[in-house]
């Protein structure tokens, strides 16, 4: 049974947290007894201490999240043995997919966000998986590395955003190319942050290392003094939220003990604002009514290529067409306008090239 895997909540944890006007009022709480899945969107899983301490920042903010349906399912049982926790998270990540509740996991240090990839081996579809770090890395053992080789594989791309150009080698960068994945540097992020959008409106697997963000702005639970700033980093989760794709977010990277407020509510606030992401999703994906499209047909490099832009009337989002080489496949690729500016100058967008490679 789904609740034998979770410490129920202690209510003194919570005390003067679930007041009138708050979000806390509105979560239902794992109490230890029978609970019915079956009206729920939402459920909070905890990992750690970190998670209590999180809680009581979370449950603090606004209720002006829509009628959210969340379950605050406790913390997970922890044993000394992390491949054990992690299967038992693969578990959990499955049981709420199978009633179709979105997870999001308030983690620690560990990166166990490749068991939260493993929940995805039996849903028959290629995933995309949404990494926000500061660092890119594919040493022995890493999750990424475990991620990519994971069999069987079913995989479809990997999008790293917020990374730090000196923290990332050539050696990595290339092979990142090479795969076709996206790696999305803090720089171009900060200059056109709307463009992180597409890539978290693919991806399936979203996973948050707070050392992505700066330390000054999380009150030094770590020491890497560059990153997102607080909005930046909202501003990712809200994105994430509102992508109709995304059906688990998992966010770790650095303990958040009782004595940092700062850390917990900000913590707090990236959960929110995915949560408030999530209430404003509009499912408006061109895999059905195309009539609620707009269609530019788009000729490049005098008729070698024909690209098709399709732009939502309801969201005013971007898609590219991708058929297969005897049109038999259709895959819409989410893009932005800017894609579009390109291919109208006569240029293949990267999203689209890379798409191809894999496909065709």
Known sequence: MLLDYFEPIN?????????????GKQIRLNDGK?????????????????????????YNLSDNLGPARILDLGNLRITDDEKNNGFGLTQVI???HNEAIVPIIIGETADLSYYQYRAYENERAMCEVARIEA????????????IILHQPNYLFNVTSIGVQMHYISTTIETYMNEMCFDVMRLGQFRDAPYESEPFLRSADIFSFDINAIQ???INYAHMQPNGLTADEACRITRYAGISNQISSAYFYGAPIDKKNNMGGELYAQLIWYFIQGYMSRRYDDPDGDLNNFTIYNTPLMDGKYNLKFLKSHFSERWWLQLDDENNLNKKFISCSYSDYVRASRDELPDRWWKAYQKLM
Do not use: P, Y
């Not at 729920?40 to 905890?46: E, K, M, P, R």
């Open 11 to 23: 209510s003194a944890v919570l005390k003067n947290a679930r007041n009138d006007g708050t979000v």
């Open 34 to 58: 029978s609970i019915s899945l079956d009206h729920f969107q939402i459920a909070l899983i905890g990992m750690g201490e970190s998670a209590d301490n999180v809680r009581k920042h979370l």
């Open 94 to 96: 499955q049981e709420l």
């Open 135 to 146: 660092k890119v890395s594919l040493e022995e053992n890493s999750t990424l590395r475990n």
């Open 215 to 217: 330390a000054n702005d």
